[in-house]
């Protein structure tokens, strides 16, 4: 099965605070997003990777930023928390889709409280 | 371009019932439509995905249905059960660019005994 995890499911920081959201998949996928998920909202993409080192702005970048120095982890840096940054952070994995389609796996989500 | 509309935002259905959640896009170069499953507290996980060469995908009770002239697409749940009480998500992609899914703002639906 292919798994997708995350270091925290809950995670509560002070406004100004640097936050690393960690993600781990284990099935060599290329892929690796960062999304947040608010209610009404559904699922803004953050940011994207398609390969190590590289790294493509999603949607809402702005006050994020990311990492991928190894091919299974990708990790989400908030530079200086804010509170309009409280919700929920989901990461997710996929291989080169290469005309056959393209399954995202995701993890089970941190949820981040910013105060 | 980039959109893509679902609705309803939430949908009640008794026991037994057809639950249908419609999404619209605009970009003509998507083609590839999935739909997402989301229980409380776990990750959105793939439920079924079509490509605009097929009208119709059917898998068990979940169905699928395309219309490529309209940009719309729907997925039918038959004979709901509680146990489909989720928050569903389409989405779409262009499978020759980017590899990124455009995703709908999601249904919540509750299934009632």
């Known amino acids: 099965d292919v798994k997708v995890t995350q270091s925290s499911r809950y995670l509560v920081k002070r406004t100004g605070e640097k936050v690393f959201l960690e993600c781990v998949q284990d099935m060599d996928h290329e892929n690796m997003f960062w999304y947040r998920q608010d209610p009404g909202l559904g699922l803004r993409l953050i940011y994207f990777s398609y390969d190590v080192k590289m790294k493509e702005k999603g949607d809402i970048p702005e006050g994020y930023s990311v990492s991928r120095e190894k091919k299974e982890r990708f990790s989400l840096i908030l530079e200086s928390a804010s509170t309009n940054q409280t919700s929920m952070y989901l990461c997710?994995?996929?291989?080169?889709?290469?005309?056959?389609?393209?399954?995202?796996?995701f993890g089970p989500g941190t949820r981040l409280t910013v105060l | 371009q980039q959109q893509v509309k679902q609705s309803p935002q939430s949908l009640i259905v008794q026991k037994g019932g057809i639950s249908i959640i419609n999404c619209a896009y605009e970009n003509t170069a998507f083609d590839y439509f999935p739909w997402y499953q989301q229980f409380p507290g776990k990750g959105p996980a793939l439920l079924i995905a079509i490509r605009p060469d097929v009208s119709e995908k059917k898998e068990g009770r979940f169905t699928i249905s395309f219309n490529k002239s309209a940009k719309q697409f729907s997925l039918h749940i038959m004979d709901s059960q509680p146990g489909d009480s989720a928050t569903y998500f389409c989405?779409?992609?262009?499978?020759?660019?980017?590899?990124?899914?455009?995703f709908g703002k999601g249904t919540k639906l509750t299934v009632n005994p």
């Open positions: 997710a994995s996929s291989s080169l889709s290469g005309g056959g389609g393209n399954e995202q796996f």
């Open positions: 989405a779409a992609m262009s499978q020759g660019g980017s590899e990124k899914l455009v």
